[in-house]
């Protein structure tokens, strides 16, 4: 899903060189002697919607625009390329769009001479020379850049109004009290209760269309034996001159980073956004429900709408995605399965966890509940690994910034949880890899949905299975070393063994949800030599001494 979500690749810096930039410090056909600054709106990277709370009462006569490009952005967490490149590529676009509005912007650019690196310290710096009145914003989509320019302004002396995100259907006060009272939450009631009160592919008498509230059964096929067929090509946009300024820049400040920009097409513009909308509602939407938890190698776009970084930037707003989606399947031009399926994750998943993150910070980053401590391994940075549906999932990943829910969920989320890897790390990897990475977002589905870490908050169970999901889902292990079906021996699927593994650690609690229970009950039918072996070979998975065996198919 994101599936991340940037935290907060928010801003990044400028220089005046370049003909669309415009220096801090120069105001059209005014000076800071003879102008009084009213409010100077901040736009972080991941808000770039002309019509954000934080334009609201805006007046170009007293007022002007603040953006930044810092490298923290960028180094928090060890962005990829295309993470990067689609933030800064959005941001330029957009700040080219507030000049022709008549708009005074101050921008700065990643590599302008005196770049504080960071959007506090930029921030802290442009205020003393622009001495603004006060300061707006729209409230900001992670936790640490928020908390880091209320206390700039705060020490400045300068009031900082954050106003509500209008970009979602709910605000954080109201899934507080969809939440207050309730001894668990679960993300299907939340989805239901707006559904009614949004009229949401609803009947006139206010029940579901359809009569079920829930098409995820009707969403699990696997592709046939021949494979996915003739898939629609995802929406792509060649670079402009803009975006090509970025890639370079990238290139030259980010060189080491991972990932690659070589086929770099993300949308960047709000015209681009809709474009690619309208493709994959007349496209691939009608495709979406049966396969969208379907894998096949080479193949990281598929059926999947490719949308969420459009709708994370503020390029697209989320109600009418939804809406374009409802109206296919009004129009017959999509099934309801596939229909409802899509407005679940938007509706639902997004909204549910944009609630949890803001209702949960700053502590839920720390949770851990089954103290999973191990180092993600190296090969999640470079794909080089004989497992053949993670060397597919890492490499897409890096290559495009992207991969679609069921690789995130199953293949390398499913892993690192198996594996035991620190929850952090692998939020701090999700972060920095996928293009739509903001931490609102990714940090629930990572820490709560992938990991379980948050025991249970997020999802009622861990998403746990052997190999032989990945062989249902996928023809990965036709060409893999290793056999899903064997949990010992030198050719069994580490993904089976450390399943195994996983419910011999945690069994006590795992046998408490009523959701796991009988997979745990399974651990009866292994005698102590064959616990010996699994626990055995799973500490050698963890420490690396798991290779290709020889002779594997």
Not at 289 to 301: K, L
Not at 379 to 390: H, I, K, N, S, V
Not at 512 to 523: F, G, I, S, T, W
Request: glycine share 8%; with cysteine; charged share 25%.
């Amino acid at each position: 899903m994101d599936p991340h979500g940037f935290g907060v690749a928010s801003t990044h810096a400028t220089s005046a060189a370049p003909a669309h930039a415009q220096a801090i410090g120069r105001t059209r056909g005014r000076s800071y002697a003879d102008t009084v600054l009213r409010n100077l709106v901040i736009v972080l990277g991941d808000q770039l919607d002309p019509d954000a709370s934080a334009f609201d009462e805006f007046d170009p006569a007293q007022d002007a625009v603040w953006m930044a490009e810092v490298a923290e952005e960028s180094t928090h967490v060890w962005s990829s390329k295309p993470r990067t490149a689609v933030f800064l590529a959005a941001m330029r676009h957009f700040a080219a769009d507030q000049r022709d509005a008549g708009h005074t912007l101050h921008y700065t650019e990643l590599d302008a001479r005196g770049n504080k690196g960071t959007l506090a310290d930029q921030l802290a710096a442009d205020l003393e020379k622009l001495k603004p009145e006060a300061l707006a914003m729209t409230e900001p989509g992670e936790w640490r850049v928020r908390e880091a320019l209320q206390q700039t302004a705060d020490a400045a002396g300068i009031p900082l109004d954050i106003r509500v995100d209008r970009h979602f259907f709910s605000t954080v006060a109201e899934f507080a009290e969809h939440a207050e009272g309730r001894a668990s939450l679960r993300m299907e009631y939340f989805y239901r209760e707006m559904r009614k009160r949004h009229s949401i592919l609803m009947t006139t008498r206010g029940q579901p269309v359809g009569g079920q509230w829930n098409y995820d059964a009707d969403n699990r096929k696997p592709f046939p034996k021949q494979g996915p067929g003739l898939v629609p090509p995802r929406a792509t946009f060649p670079p402009d001159e803009i975006t090509r300024e970025v890639i370079e820049l990238v290139e030259k400040e980010f060189g080491e980073h991972p990932g690659s920009l070589d086929s770099f097409a993300w949308p960047v513009t709000r015209a681009q956004a809709l474009e690619a909308l309208d493709l994959f509602i007349d496209e691939r939407l009608p495709g979406f429900g049966d396969a969208q938890d379907a894998m096949w190698p080479g193949e990281p776009w598929l059926w999947h709408a490719h949308l969420s970084s459009s709708m994370n930037l503020k390029l697209l707003h989320p109600r009418e995605v939804v809406a374009a989606a409802e109206e296919a399947y009004r129009s017959k031009r999509a099934p309801l399965s596939a229909v409802e399926g899509f407005i679940r994750q938007i509706l639902g998943w997004r909204e549910y966890v944009r609630g949890i993150y803001w209702t949960q910070m700053p502590g839920y980053v720390q949770r851990n509940a089954f103290e999973a401590f191990e180092p993600l391994p190296d090969w999640y940075w470079t794909g080089d690994t004989p497992m053949a549906c993670l060397k597919d999932a890492v490499g897409t990943t890096l290559e495009n910034g992207y991969a679609h829910h069921i690789q995130r969920l199953m293949v390398t989320g499913l892993y690192a949880m198996l594996l035991g890897v620190d929850p952090r790390e692998v939020h701090a990897w999700y972060l920095a890899v996928y293009v739509d990475a903001v931490e609102w977002v990714e940090l629930p589905n990572t820490l709560g949905m992938s990991q379980y870490a948050d025991g249970g908050l997020m999802g009622s169970k861990p998403y746990a299975a052997t190999g032989k999901y990945i062989d249902r889902m996928s023809p990965y292990c036709e060409t893999c070393p290793f056999d899903p079906a064997k949990r010992i021996g030198d050719d069994a699927c580490p993904f089976t063994t450390l399943y195994w593994d996983y419910l011999i650690r945690h069994e006590q609690p795992l046998a408490e949800n009523h959701r796991m229970a009988l997979q745990v009950k399974n651990l009866d039918r292994l005698d102590d030599d064959e616990i010996a072996a699994i626990r055995g070979r799973a500490d050698a998975i963890r420490r690396g001494d798991v290779t290709a065996p020889e002779g594997a198919r």
